[in-house]
């Protein structure tokens, strides 16, 4: 989410100079102005500290105060630069607790639980948000985004439209705003389900029998794919849209070998592209990928190198049955494997049918002897250290002792 690097927050802070009348207010004065010199150096924490000490004298409170928030506002960045959006959603919120007529913390608590996909909850902070500062159009377009998230595309394109009315040259919005304009075309008609876990999307034309069938599937994914992490359980409702072969061709504009994707939400077509519904152990292997992707960007709080993700995504979907055991030995044995750093990038999907399904079912053979040989423990201390923001090689190193050169000989070695 970059929304929130469009904020400029100006914090100045106010250290005082006056001479004062009595110890105690000069002891708060004293600690405000630690608190400023604690700052300055960027010692965030240590300058809550003292600003917080500062409150309990006889200083300028207003001053103090407006210190504190800063305080806590900057403490908020530095950890979601960390990966950190379980602490910096608790600095945001304190920063907008102290200063309630300030837009900036409530739009930066909003960034930071969408990271957390607690959506009602980034969308509470976003009203409120505009109802602070009305027209900050960074606090319009984020909040027609948490809109989007919540699958509610006609208060997301109300928001947006706002937005590009006041500046057409947001190339990254229009793109998004065209996005909602394509889904709504094609969901407008579409009825919904809601589980305790999942809200559901789907076209009227889908029988019930079906309908169900995909409920059981999911609500089964959360529990395995949950326990298979180690008790990792996203926030409900997670989206999921069904969508004949049409339908989702038009509300995705993918290409027509995409199975099924996760954008935020989970969306699949059930039936292929002669109208036939899709057999149920097809649907439950395209669900289950998916959802290995909504738990993994849970955990990360983005996307880890392409393929981790996807290998996990196949791995805790699929099985490497014989075909794709052939394929891979083929591969290897022409000396024709991609390396791990060329499957890093989310461009690698702009591929061709032939050179994409190559690189999945590499990247399955990899997360797969990772798993299995290593447990799942340890990726999910990966996929921690990823979230954390650093770089794959050195995630491998501190968790495997190898770097990506190593893991890519293992796999040939199995299967060479």
């Given amino acids: 989410m970059t929304l929130i690097c469009r904020l400029t927050t ?33 010692e965030y924490d240590t300058a809550i500290g003292y600003f917080e000490r500062a409150q309990k004298g006889d200083a300028d409170q207003e001053v103090v105060r407006r210190n504190l928030c800063n305080a806590h506002q900057s403490l908020a960045n530095e950890l979601a630069k960390k990966g950190d959006y379980h602490g910096a959603v608790h600095h945001a919120d304190s920063a907008a607790t102290l200063d309630q007529k300030n837009m900036s913390p409530l739009v930066q608590a909003g960034s930071y639980y969408l990271r957390l996909d607690e959506v009602n ?35 997301a394109r109300a928001q947006w439209d706002y937005v590009l009315e006041m500046d057409p ?17 094609v969901e407008n008609d579409f009825d919904r389900y809601k589980s305790r876990h999942f809200q559901v999307s789907y076209p009227p034309e889908i ?8 409920i059981g599937i999911l609500d089964r994914a959360y529990v395995e794919i949950g326990r298979d992490f180690g008790g990792v359980y996203p ?64 955990i990360t709080g983005g996307e880890p190198p392409w393929w981790v993700n996807e290998g996990l995504a196949e791995t805790l979907s699929r099985t490497l049955d014989a075909d794709r055991t052939k394929a891979l030995q083929k591969l290897y044995r022409e000396g024709t494997p991609a390396t791990l750093a060329s499957l890093e990038s989310t461009r690698i999907g702009k591929l061709d049918k032939d050179a994409i399904g190559q690189a999945y079912i590499q990247s399955h053979a990899t997360v797969d002897l990772l798993w299995s040989r290593y447990g799942k423990g340890k990726m999910v201390l990966l996929l921690e250290a990823v979230g954390r923001g650093e ?26």
Avoid at 11 to 36: C, H, M, P, Q, R
Avoid at 126 to 152: Q, S
Avoid at 402 to 413: N, Y
């Fill in 121 to 155: 909850l980034a969308i509470e902070r976003l009203e409120k948000a505009i109802t602070v500062k009305p027209g900050e159009l960074t606090a319009h377009e984020m909040l027609g985004y948490a809109y989007y998230r919540d699958n509610d595309l006609s208060s």
């Fill in 207 to 214: 029988p019930n029998e079906l309908r169900a069938q995909v």
């Fill in 10 to 42: 100006l914090i100045l802070l106010a250290a005082f100079t006056a001479t004062v009348a009595t110890a105690e207010k000069t002891a708060s004065v004293d600690f405000n102005n630690a608190g400023v010199q604690a700052y300055n150096q960027g």
């Fill in 391 to 416: 770089n794959i090689e050195d995630a491998l190193r501190d968790v495997y002792r190898k770097t990506r050169a190593g893991i890519e000989v293992d796999v040939a070695r199995n299967y060479g």
């Fill in 235 to 298: 926030p409900p409702p997670v989206h999921v849209i069904l969508y004949d072969a049409k339908q989702f061709a038009e509300a995705t504009n993918t290409a027509a070998y995409v199975g099924a994707l996760y954008d935020g939400k989970i969306r699949s077509p059930l039936a292929d592209a002669n109208g036939n519904w899709l057999p149920v152990d097809e649907i439950r292997r395209r669900l289950t990928h998916e959802y290995v992707h909504v738990v993994v960007k849970h």
């Fill in 169 to 185: 040259k947001r190339p990254e919005l229009r793109e998004r705003y065209d996005k909602a304009f394509r889904e709504q075309s």
